[in-house]
């Protein structure tokens, strides 16, 4: 694509400057709001420029590991003020590339800045432990060491956080990193490499090439000089890429799907449950990995829970998310519109209930945009697609059951573990669900898709590689252990 518009092209970051890819090729960055707006446009790299940016983050990390973590630390404070600065700049940025309202943007931005500051803190804390040697004239102890260069790929539904989430522990712990965010927010991603810019991060640190996932993203997996890889995306990509990073030895971790339920049980606060699936499951569209995505109700209440749903549901503005007053922004980008729309064709086919939505919204304001409704299908059965597939959209399943047991049964029958909410106010509910749900993050009377920065984050099954993100648990992903003895 050639440049036809006053839109902005951002360059790759490497080495501390700002180049333009060897291809001269560059990628829109399409606003889903309003298609015909181009947010900007980024540079459609070659594996050379990756070649070069994993060269420059080699070269930088012999330096910054021998760094303190004191000092590492300080530039990390140095970069959350930065970005602190350009909030909503930065917040408005990700609206415009991936749809959620700004509200949210603002909110995930705020995020990202706590996540700087959480880690810059964390090259103060220790990394190891002394353990007593079978020699007593011995000191045995665990210290950790960092990967190398990490390469960090990311989805474009947290276009701030994860980015961040990724690249703060992988630079406090001593690894110098090469992003490549997902294109469609990418121009997001160059302002928030800006943000380490101006906190003079030394020259190759953090370096940023973005292009496609075929190109950039699998040269990160086959990359010899790369020797850990973060992943957050969709299950078939991230099995590629972990068969690649295995195959040469490399350390991966991947963050996935999900199909998240909601239990909702006789004993239950039907307003708080009502309120919580609505968030969970369409807030951002439905683009969360966490999203809410199937609630299995006991039949006591079905009928109470239902009119509730169906009545708060109504209320929904949709829009553009830069618009106050909306609450729910578009799809994304027409891949991800064109994909709801067919599960709920499918929906439909397989013999589910249509309750409410499952149209595109095209006329007046919509017409530029990547519009679905708020849909709600009840009559769901187990062997549906829409029961076992990730949408990554505003479709909620609604199932009965007549037990708890049986909507655990169902609840943990499909092949992610990602998280999964109850509300009850039954303390052997509770205990039930802490113990038999098979999900990486468990909530008990609060919605599926809250995720706490300084707790563990991951998935069971096949929404994970089994590792956990964020927290003190990033730590075991971005280092290596070693044990030292010695003796005088
Ligand atoms: P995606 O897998 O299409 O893309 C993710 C990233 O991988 C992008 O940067 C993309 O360019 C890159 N990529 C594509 N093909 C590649 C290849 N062959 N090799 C290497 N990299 C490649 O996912 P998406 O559509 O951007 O995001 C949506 C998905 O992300 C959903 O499945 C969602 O559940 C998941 N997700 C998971 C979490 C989590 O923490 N578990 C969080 C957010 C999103």
């Given at each position: 694509m050639t440049v036809t518009t006053e839109a902005k092209t951002f360059m790759n970051y490497i080495n501390g400057e700002w180049e333009a890819s060897s291809t001269n090729q560059v990628i829109a960055s399409i606003n889903p709001a309003n298609k015909n707006e181009i947010v900007g446009y980024v540079q459609n790299s070659s594996k050379e420029d990756l070649d070069l940016a994993v060269a420059a983050a080699k070269k930088a990390q012999i330096e910054w590991k021998k760094l303190t973590g004191a000092v590492r630390g300080q530039y990390l404070y140095n970069v959350a003020n930065a970005m602190e600065k350009r909030l909503g700049e930065i917040a408005e940025c990700a609206t415009r590339e991936m749809g959620k309202t700004l509200a949210e943007a603002k909110g995930e931005t705020t995020r990202g800045i706590a996540i700087l500051r959480y880690y810059a803190g964390e090259g103060m804390r220790k990394v190891g432990d002394v353990i007593p040697a079978t020699d007593n004239e011995a000191l045995m102890f665990t210290t950790r060491t960092p990967l190398g260069v990490v390469g960090v790929i990311t989805p474009w539904n947290f276009p701030v956080a994860i980015p961040i989430w990724k690249m703060a522990p992988a630079l406090i712990y001593g690894n110098t990193v090469v992003i490549k965010p997902a294109t469609e927010t990418a121009v997001t991603c160059a302002k928030i490499v800006e943000c380490f810019e101006e906190a003079e991060?030394?020259?190759?640190v953090l370096n940023m090439v973005t292009g496609s996932g075929s190109v950039i993203g699998q040269g990160i997996a086959d990359?010899?000089?790369?020797n850990g890889i973060t992943f957050t995306g969709s299950n078939g990509v991230g099995k590629k890429i972990g068969q690649a990073a295995l195959a040469r030895g490399a350390k991966y971790q991947l963050e996935m799907g999900g199909k998240n339920p909601v239990i909702v049980a006789a004993d239950a606060d039907l307003d708080l449950a009502v309120e919580a699936t609505i968030s969970g499951a369409f807030r951002s569209t439905g683009q969360k990995c966490t999203a809410t995505s199937r609630v299995i109700v006991q039949s006591d209440v079905y009928e109470a829970f239902k009119e509730k749903l169906l009545a708060k549901t109504n209320e929904i503005t949709i829009g553009?998310?830069?618009?106050?007053?909306?609450w729910m922004g578009p799809c994304a980008n027409d891949n991800q519109l064109k994909t709801v729309l067919s599960y709920i064709e499918k929906g439909v086919e397989e013999g589910a209930t249509l309750l409410l939505g499952g149209e595109q919204l095209k006329e007046s304001?919509?017409?530029?945009g990547f519009y679905v409704q708020p849909t709600i299908f009840e009559n769901v059965t187990t062997d549906m697609a829409i029961a076992q597939e990730?949408?990554?959209?505003?479709v909620i399943a609604l199932m009965k059951v007549d037990s708890i047991k049986e909507a655990l049964e169902i609840a943990n029958d499909v092949q992610y573990g990602l998280s999964a909410s109850i509300f009850t106010t039954n303390i052997g509910h509770m205990l039930s669900f802490i113990n038999d749900m098979d999900a990486g993050l468990v909530r008990i009377n609060?919605?599926?898709a809250g995720v706490e920065l300084q707790a563990p984050f991951g998935g069971m099954k096949q929404s994970s590689s089994h590792s956990r993100e964020q927290g003190e648990a990033a730590k075991e992903f971005f280092t290596s252990i070693k044990t030292v003895f010695v003796k005088s």
């Open positions: 991060l030394p020259a190759g990359h010899p000089d790369i553009d998310g830069l618009t106050e007053g909306i304001d919509y017409e530029h990730e949408i990554f959209g505003p609060a919605e599926s």
